[in-house]
């Protein structure tokens, strides 16, 4: 039989419960993925109004300002977009 003292099982059960929290943790997380910066020019607006320059993905042709509420349209260039 293997004799162990009380500090020695104290030690096992807490590095075995931060092991378990930790495969959880990992387990449930690796789902999720971080949400990335688009860089595109489709995503990018400029307010005319507060000279704001603002990222929006949600929307296509009118975007809202989140400095002064103004609307804003997307300019469409003469490559097509």
């Given at each position: 039989?293997i004799?162990?003292?009380?500090?020695?099982?104290?030690?096992?059960?807490?590095?075995?419960?931060?092991?378990?929290?930790?495969?959880?943790?990992?387990?449930?997380?690796?789902?999720t993925?971080?949400?990335?910066?688009?860089?595109?020019?489709?995503?990018?607006?400029?307010?005319?109004?507060?000279?704001?320059?603002?990222?929006?993905?949600?929307?296509?042709?009118?975007?809202?300002?989140?400095?002064?509420?103004s609307?804003?349209?997307?300019?469409?260039?003469?490559?097509?977009?």
């Amino acid at each position: 039989m293997i004799k162990m003292d009380i500090s020695m099982v104290l030690f096992l059960y807490l590095l075995s419960t931060a092991v378990f929290l930790l495969l959880i943790w990992s387990f449930f997380d690796f789902g999720t993925k971080l949400k990335t910066f688009s860089s595109d020019e489709k995503y990018v607006w400029h307010c005319p109004i507060c000279t704001l320059t603002y990222v929006d993905s949600k929307n296509d042709e009118i975007s809202n300002c989140p400095r002064c509420g103004s609307y804003n349209q997307k300019l469409k260039n003469k490559q097509g977009e």
